[in-house]
């Protein structure tokens, strides 16, 4: 335990806190014995991974736990088929101890820098026509709770809190471990290939359903977009070589952008010039990988974030509405806006509770004025009932989100009994869940 320390700060840099007490806890009890410690002293508690959520989830002024001694894979159940891993394992370790035991999670977002908690925790999903978020994937996990309990929940052991804390928000409590679904290790081919505007909203439907795994990006300023299709192969194993790998996905798609960008912020007129050039820079590949590596890729430029989740059926007429706003607008953007799918689960709070869903997500480079788009776009998403992801920007209040989601006074319920106190509450908590 320490004292405070200087401020941290999220991933983009938009988010900063002071808190007033460090702890990095070494096992489950030393974090139950800390979580009644804060409440002793009157400080209210927070967990924070590595920081990639956009949103001020995890700030606080009062004592920070820092998960990083709570890592590594507890258990492996072969007949199961769960893997029990500790909360604060980076999901990219995670991947890789995965391989080594010919094992793999379904589906999985395009970053892997969070840790597992972190990322289900504000409902981090990749694209999928059947397969769902990381979130989806929990088949059990263990939650620290305001007056210091350990609480395991499944599907069959406090099933009502499970519903609830697969995506919690952190304000149910502190999740310490997590089990996951896996399965033998697979293959997949993955497709990408540049596509006009126009025809792939035309033929969204059609690619999403002959795809077990399709998304696309389309480049502002432009009809140009970028595709990707990913489907399960029976091999063999053709990985991007070490050189054309290294070409596209670092020095293109992070060292390249990554100026571009900068020259952007600095001159935002050359912006729609810049993304005619960079919307064609990219050719079409095919590759076949183990699937972290084909799901995941590299970011290192730094940007903000919105990211709306809508019906599926809309979301073609609301990027439709997207692009024709920005056409009309002064508006300069130099980051490609982002398309996935998910089907529906039964997560309480998860974007896609209930409904099949498509994603729609907004991105400006770091220290460019973001708020005019992200308005502009926020204010078509909510018109489709829009939900926004909870670890992105966005502007939405109790009072919106509980009409976007049926099951919200569930979750709420839940709150106020396992924290009725507040113990784990933050200026954010108290504008998307009320008091």
């Known amino acids: 335990m320490t004292g405070a320390r200087s401020p941290w700060r999220n991933w983009a ?27 002793k002293d009157g400080l209210k508690v927070k967990a924070v991974g590595t920081g990639h959520s956009f949103t001020a989830v995890t700030a606080t002024d009062g004592m920070l736990i ?22 604060g394992t980076p999901l990219k370790r995670l991947n890789a101890a995965l391989a080594r ?17 972190g990322a289900t925790g504000t409902g981090t999903h990749g694209t999928g026509r059947d397969s769902a978020s990381l979130a989806a994937q929990i ?23 499970f519903a609830a804390a697969r995506i919690g928000l952190g304000a149910l409590g502190i999740v310490t471990a997590i089990t996951f679904a896996v399965e033998p290790l697979f293959l997949l081919n993955a497709r990408e290939e540049p596509m006009s505007f126009a025809r792939v909203t035309a033929e969204f439907d059609e690619l999403f359903t002959e795809n077990e795994h399709f998304e696309f990006y389309w480049f502002p300023h432009t009809g140009n977009c970028n595709t990707k299709r990913n489907n399960r192969s029976a091999g063999p194993e053709a990985p991007l070589g070490r050189l054309s790998g290294w070409f596209e996905d670092e020095f293109l798609s992070n060292g390249v952008f990554q100026a571009v960008c900068s020259l952007g912020r600095a001159v935002p007129a050359t912006i729609p010039a810049i993304a005619k050039i960079s919307s064609r820079a990219l050719s079409a590949r095919t ?18 974030e919105m990211e709306y989740a809508v019906p599926r059926e809309a979301a073609m ?11 009309r607008s002064r508006l300069r953007i130099g980051f490609p806006v982002e398309v996935r799918t998910a089907p529906a689960d039964d997560i309480t709070l998860s974007t896609a509770s209930g409904r099949d869903t498509a994603y729609i997500a907004v991105h400006m480079y770091r220290g460019t004025p973001f708020q005019s788009y992200f308005t502009a776009v926020e204010r078509i998403m909510t018109a489709y009932e829009g939900r926004p992801h909870w670890g992105k920007l966005h502007t939405r209040d109790a009072a919106y989100l509980a009409r976007a989601y049926p099951r919200f006074g569930e979750f709420t319920a839940i709150r106020d009994r396992l924290d009725p106190d507040r113990l784990f509450g933050n200026a954010y908590l108290r504008r998307v869940l009320g008091d």
Do not use: W
């Not at 840099?13 to 409440?39: F, K, M």
């Not at 007429?317 to 056409?327: G, H, K, N």
């Open 317 to 327: 007429a609301a990027l439709r509405e997207v692009r024709a706003m920005t056409d």
């Open 139 to 161: 088949r059990g996990l263990e939650l620290v709770t305001a007056d210091g309990r350990v609480l395991h929940c499944s599907e069959k052991e406090n099933a009502e809190i």
């Open 101 to 117: 035991e010919d094992l793999s999670l379904t589906n999985m977002g395009d970053i892997m820098e969070q840790t597992v908690a």
């Open 287 to 304: 590759y076949t990988d183990i699937p972290y590596k084909v799901f995941t890729s590299p970011r290192r430029v730094r940007f903000v």
């Open 66 to 87: 820092r998960p990083g001694l709570l890592t590594g894979i507890r258990e492996i159940d072969r007949a199961a088929g769960t893997v029990t891993v500790q909360a």
């Open 13 to 39: 840099g938009n988010v900063t806190a002071r808190p007033a007490r460090e702890v990095t806890p070494a096992s489950v009890e030393e974090l139950a014995a800390a979580v009644c410690s804060a409440a």
